[in-house]
DNA sequence: ACATGTGGTTGCATTATGAAACCATCCGCC
DNA sequence: GGCGGATGGTTTCATAATGCAACCACATGT
């Protein structure tokens, strides 16, 4: 059998997130909602994708608890797709992939999208990574150990 | 006919991103090489992939410049697979998918493990997103605009 | 009532995934 | 230098996922 692999019992938190989220479609997704798509035909004219597909991945997500159904906002008969907290979390993995593309995708001068603070227009700050005690971290600062909890 | 669509001349990095990195083993194979990991083997045997996916993957890798070959460390015949700059560059992207796999992923109690400053062996602080001015911002607090560069 | 828009489902062709078998080197040992 | 096992793959073949297109039910506008 060719089934896909499951990762949802792996004990390390990126195989589990990634078995939810790990796929481009359903970040594209995530995105466009973030951006403010609510309608099944408004993520499929955006992303170009297959209905079916686009109907599969929605589904999923709204069984995984990032997006929900909601009575649409415009009155009619229809539903919206929003996130739920648990997708709006995935707002800082957003950026993270946002800047490494930003870093390593794009040609200098290429055409592109940025992120704003919506306050004041201006660029966001890159992530850091930072010690309990404050300190930057880099690669190589860091390790992992099997919680003791 | 039915290929993968290719989200590679997006102008949205997150979609670049996603294009080649967005893929369970992929994303595994760098996490696995940032725990230390460099022969075919010990990718192997860590993840317990089908030899021939992790084959395609691999080469993948080192086409995008995320992986790189060199000589092997313990001086035999072999080659290593070593992170290039850019494929350390993930590390953000990984934390930040701990870290929502740790919050949405795991019951309370389940063993799981943790990243840690190697220094003080201390859990690392959590990502935050900050504007230039310093501000902590959430979601809903940044939206995108087409660079103007 | 009728056409159109929305939100899907179904069928079928193509592609990717995965398990197992196979194969070419490379290494340690005698 | 010859032999056995380890290493690092490639090949084969079955199954699953993807994607296009056609179809369909219901809502809405006129």
């Known amino acids: 059998m060719a089934k896909r692999t499951s990762l949802k019992d792996s004990t390390c938190p990126v195989a589990?997130?990634?078995?939810v989220i790990g796929d481009c479609w359903t970040m594209m997704i995530i995105r466009d909602a973030m951006l403010g798509a609510r309608?099944?035909?408004?993520?499929?004219?955006?992303?170009?994708?297959?209905?079916?597909?686009?109907?599969?991945?929605?589904?999923?997500?709204?069984?995984?608890g990032i997006l929900k159904l909601e009575p649409a906002a415009d009155?009619?008969?229809?539903?919206?797709?929003?996130?739920?907290?648990?997708?709006q979390a995935v707002h800082p993995i957003m950026v993270a992939l946002r800047q490494w593309g930003e870093d390593y995708a794009f040609k200098p001068g290429e055409p592109t999208t940025i992120m704003v603070d919506r306050k004041t227009g201006k660029q966001?700050?890159?992530?850091e990574l930072h010690a309990a005690d404050g300190r930057l971290l880099?690669?190589?600062?860091?390790?992992?150990?099997?919680?003791?909890?």
């Open 16 to 19: 589990r997130s990634m078995e």
């Open 39 to 64: 309608r099944f035909g408004e993520f499929q004219k955006s992303l170009g994708l297959a209905k079916n597909i686009l109907a599969v991945r929605l589904k999923a997500l709204v069984e995984d």
């Open 75 to 87: 009155g009619s008969a229809y539903q919206d797709y929003v996130l739920t907290e648990k997708g």
């Open 124 to 127: 966001i700050k890159r992530l």
């Open 138 to 149: 880099g690669y190589g600062d860091t390790t992992i150990v099997s919680s003791t909890a």
